[in-house]
């Protein structure tokens, strides 16, 4: 039987699941930033790009708001 993948069990975030901004592994930054423009129904998510890891937050309706990132 395969064990099944989890955020908690390999640190891995997958793009299409969102993450809680209370999540500790959240840098603090960016959290503070995303609490700026964050509205309900709003969802943040980490996406790993060719620089490095990005913050992106989504509107209810799948838009993206805002891209956030640590230098």
């Avoid at 423009?37 to 708001?65: K, N, Y």
């Amino acid at each position: 039987m395969r064990k099944k993948t989890t955020v908690i069990d390999e640190g891995i975030w997958p793009e299409e699941i969102p993450i809680a901004l209370d999540n500790p592994l959240v840098p603090d930054a960016i959290a503070a930033s995303v609490r700026e423009l964050f509205q309900p129904g709003d969802r943040l998510h980490r996406v790993r790009t060719a620089d490095g890891v990005e913050w992106w937050l989504f509107d209810g309706e799948g838009e993206l708001v805002e891209a956030f990132w640590l230098e």
